[in-house]
């Protein structure tokens, strides 16, 4: 792996997940692989487990790591030919140059302004880095995915399937806020490279691209979408197609224990209690969250593996 900045950049998912498995049993075995290399994280944007889990998985690895927050660094430009007279003080051809000299892997966390479609589907912050870095980049959630997030969702659905082929429901929730589409859509491209039975349930209006989507199910009817389901993934995302609009907060879409019967529950985290999903499901043995979240380190500890032994020998 030369960087990880969508999925496609995992050239075999399920041996990656049955690797990423097997570090549980002895996340330190590998050191050595990460010494006296260092992880540069960049954050444009607010992180618990993401800042946490990919720390802990690159020290499980014996790297050292550094934390910018870049809100409290310069304003970055990232216009080409800009008259740089106005907030940026720095250049990202600059800045990504400059940090590639502190880092052997740098780590970037930007999201949506969900206000320009354009701007964000180019992923211009990230594109950026991948342009004048000189070091592999990796997503920790840009506009558009979540791939490290994906990666612990398709580790957490293997770990804990009790059929070959389960069926996977990613069902939309209401949320006061507009939120980006990245998870979801990082979400659905994994599954459909699973062996899963993946169905999307939204209300209309609120469909992703379909350039993500393709055939994938979708049903607008969340009750006949949620039939049989072994696992359901609660997410709320911002409208694509009226972009970043909240078109709809309908807490019939909330999340209950009626609703999920004997599924196991899925979220990302953070997650807003009785208006995304009820307190009776999060609180039940039905949800997997936490050791979803316990999974964030291993999915980063695999991607950081991977680009330590097959790009920086
Ligand atoms: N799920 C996730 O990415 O969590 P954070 O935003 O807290 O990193």
């Given amino acids: ?13 399920q041996e990656t997940i049955r690797e990423a498995i097997l570090l549980k049993m002895d996340p330190f075995a590998l050191q050595d692989l990460g010494k006296n290399k260092t992880l540069v994280m960049l954050f444009f944007n607010a992180s618990l487990r993401t ?7 690159a020290k499980n690895l014996g790297m050292n790591v550094m934390v910018l927050n870049v ?6 430009e990232f216009e ?12 990202i051809k600059e800045a990504a140059q400059v940090i590639s000299q502190y880092a052997d892997v740098i780590a970037v966390r930007a999201f949506p302004s969900l206000t320009d479609k354009q701007k964000d589907e180019s992923e211009f912050v990230l594109q950026s880095f991948i342009k004048y870095a000189t070091v592999p980049i990796v997503n920790m959630e840009s506009a558009t995915a979540h791939p490290l997030q994906a990666l612990t969702d398709a580790i957490t659905i293997t770990e804990l399937s009790e059929k070959p082929k389960p069926k996977v429901v990613l ?3 209401p949320h006061p806020k507009a939120l980006p589409q990245a998870v979801a859509n990082s979400f659905v491209e994994i599954m459909q490279n699973m062996d899963v039975d993946l169905t999307i349930t939204h209300p209309k209006g609120y469909e992703l691209s379909k350039a993500i989507t393709k055939n994938t199910s979708i049903n607008h009817n969340q009750e006949e979408a949620l039939k049989n389901a072994d ?5 709320n995302w911002s409208s694509y197609k009226d972009y970043g609009k909240v078109l709809n907060q309908d807490q019939n879409w909330m999340m209950t224990k009626a609703k999920l019967g004997s599924a196991k529950f899925m ?8 208006v995304v999903v009820e307190d009776a499901v999060l609180d039940s043995e039905n949800s997997v969250v936490i050791k979803q979240a316990n999974n964030r380190t291993f999915a980063a500890q695999i991607v950081l593996q991977q680009i330590l032994e097959n790009h920086l020998k």
């Fill in 51 to 57: 800042r946490l889990s990919t720390e802990k998985a």
């Fill in 80 to 91: 080409d030919g800009t008259i740089m007279n106005a907030n940026a003080s720095e250049h």
């Fill in 231 to 235: 696992f359901v993934y609660v997410k």
């Fill in 71 to 76: 809100n409290d660094a310069w304003n970055l």
């Fill in 267 to 274: 979220h990302c985290l953070p997650v807003r209690r009785n």
């Fill in 171 to 173: 069902s939309w929730a």
């Fill in 1 to 13: 792996m030369k960087k990880y900045t969508n999925i496609k950049d995992i050239s075999n998912l």
